[in-house]
């Protein structure tokens, strides 16, 4: 697990706080030992929380984030982070709620509303002001420092108009019990007492939304996932989109919620990414199999057997035609980013095909044409590492077309049945395929949907973040499934070290 460093100018300055083992002053820091290891402990990465006084060029401050990033050690703040404080043209963009934040602040706040200026301090994020929680969020993910003290002025709107980096020297009664409350939730794993709380040998996030309709995992797998964790000597921690800023704190991302590009998910997985974590699925994966244009495209590429598949405009006056002429009636369109069965057409002739493009022409400059190919039932082969996993048979819904039905006014979307297989009896032209399917995507955790039928295998898409629910795609395997994908969380722990 990671080890995690503050550094302060002198230990003077931590006088109020409580005395922890994992605080350095600078003049130690810099003699540490810097060598090829010295990124990395025997449990795991070294983190460092710059503390010290850095609001000039060539302080202490910043020579300490200079040398942490040499060191290949992770740092708040970073040295561009620093660079970037004192960019003024870096103001001139903004931060989008600004002026609504402030608004509502002024709002809560009677007699203040005439308030031409306002200054507050933000700690990891964190603001005693709950109208400006958001505010502080999102500039702290822009960047990341411990204190910082922002300094707004209401001209036509209200403008951000000054950042400033503060030291623990500089606070001074709330303040500092801000400040330890902040660092305390930001980093809680320093904060634990080693003999009263296990210790684990690496910690993975596991991204979650409770409040997912249908979510990649059930609370039962997720609770598995995190038991598979303790076998393994991993500290699997549930997360949501609120604690990005955590990310820092562990070795390894593991998303288990719907991604998508413009989304949170996929900003998670670029953040953890970048700080250097293993992550399932990676940015490179999700921006794969999000868009059904780059998978149709990889698979003409690289051989893989679909069904016939035409890329067209709906906007184009020959399209309609086009299809009729090459794939015929009925038909299946498709947006580029559907998920579950959403954003999928079937189209029977003429009048449904010119009122489908019409529908589609808003959502998407380009469109997926397929072939109808009607099966009873989908294969789902989950692929980890390029191995497969599990074999899973969807059922159609009954007098349907889909594995999923949705409705609308917010009722629950109707599913067929399943069969789980072990993967040794899932045919062999089915495991082929998906393994070639996945080949140039990448190493990490999918789901290839395919048709099988009249002597014919054909992929129709990979999913980046595949089903992995309780009494489902775990009904063979059971346990073992988890201590799978755990396992090899483990195998890219070890890589990175």
């Not at 995690?4 to 605080?23: G, Q, R």
């Not at 690496?202 to 997720?222: C, G, Q």
């Not at 598949?309 to 498709?334: D, F, M, R």
């Amino acid at each position: 697990m990671a080890q995690l460093i503050l550094v302060v100018d002198d230990l003077s300055a931590w006088a109020p706080y409580f005395p922890s083992e994992n605080l350095v002053d600078f003049a130690s820091y810099l003699q540490q030992a810097c060598d090829k290891n010295a990124s990395r402990t025997n449990t795991g990465r070294i983190r460092v929380i710059n503390l010290c006084k850095n609001n000039k060029y060539l302080s202490n401050g910043y020579y300490c984030s200079l040398l942490a990033e040499a060191r290949d050690q992770h740092v708040i703040p970073s040295v561009a982070t620093l660079n970037n404080l004192h960019n003024r043209a870096l103001f001139a963009f903004g931060f989008s709620g600004v002026h609504e934040a402030l608004v509502e602040y002024a709002a809560a706040n009677d007699g203040k509303s005439e308030r031409k200026q306002l200054k507050f301090k933000s700690y990891f994020g964190r603001s005693s002001l709950p109208e400006l929680e958001g505010l502080c969020r999102e500039l702290f993910e822009r960047l990341p420092c411990p204190v910082l003290e922002l300094t707004f002025r209401k001209r036509s709107r209200w403008e951000l108009t000054g950042l400033a980096t503060l030291s623990p020297r500089e606070l001074v009664g709330e303040e500092e019990d801000q400040f330890a409350e902040a660092l305390q939730a930001y980093s809680r794993i320093m904060w634990r007492k080693p003999k009263s709380v296990k210790r684990y040998r690496y910690d993975l996030a596991m991204l979650v939304n409770p409040d997912e309709a249908l979510p990649p995992s059930d609370p039962k797998a997720l609770a598995r996932f995190v038991k598979a964790g303790e076998r393994l000597d991993v500290n699997v921690e549930l997360i949501t989109r609120k604690d990005a800023q955590r990310l820092a704190e562990y070795d390894g991302l593991f998303i288990r919620e719907t991604t998508a590009i413009d989304h949170h998910t996929f900003r998670f997985a670029q953040k953890a990414e970048h700080e250097g974590l293993a992550v399932m699925d990676s940015p490179s994966s999700i921006l794969r199999c999000a868009n059904k244009v780059f998978l149709a495209e990889s698979f003409t590429k690289h051989g893989v057997p679909t069904p016939k598949t035409l890329i067209v405009n709906p906007k184009s006056k020959e399209t309609p035609g086009l299809l009729e002429q090459a794939l015929g009636y009925p038909l299946v369109l498709k947006i580029p980013d559907g998920a579950f069965s959403r954003g999928i057409y079937k189209v029977a002739d003429r009048a449904a095909l010119i009122e489908t493009l019409a529908i589609l022409r808003n959502a998407s400059a380009l469109v997926l044409a397929q072939e109808f190919f009607f099966t009873e039932f989908d294969w789902r082969i989950g692929v980890l590492n390029h191995q497969a996993i599990f074999a899973c048979k969807y059922f159609m819904v009954k007098g349907h077309w889909q594995i999923y039905r949705h409705h609308d006014q917010g009722q629950a979307a109707d599913s067929g049945g399943f069969v789980t297989l072990p993967t040794y009896e899932a045919p062999k032209a089915v495991l082929n395929a998906a393994l070639k399917a996945v080949k140039p995507i990448g190493d990490g955790l999918y789901g290839v949907d395919i048709k099988e039928g009249n002597g014919r295998v054909a992929v129709i898409e990979v999913n980046d973040n595949p089903n992995i629910d309780h009494g489902v795609e775990d009904l063979f395997l059971k346990d073992k499934l988890y201590d799978l994908v755990i396992s090899d969380f483990v195998r890219r722990f070890e890589m990175q070290r």
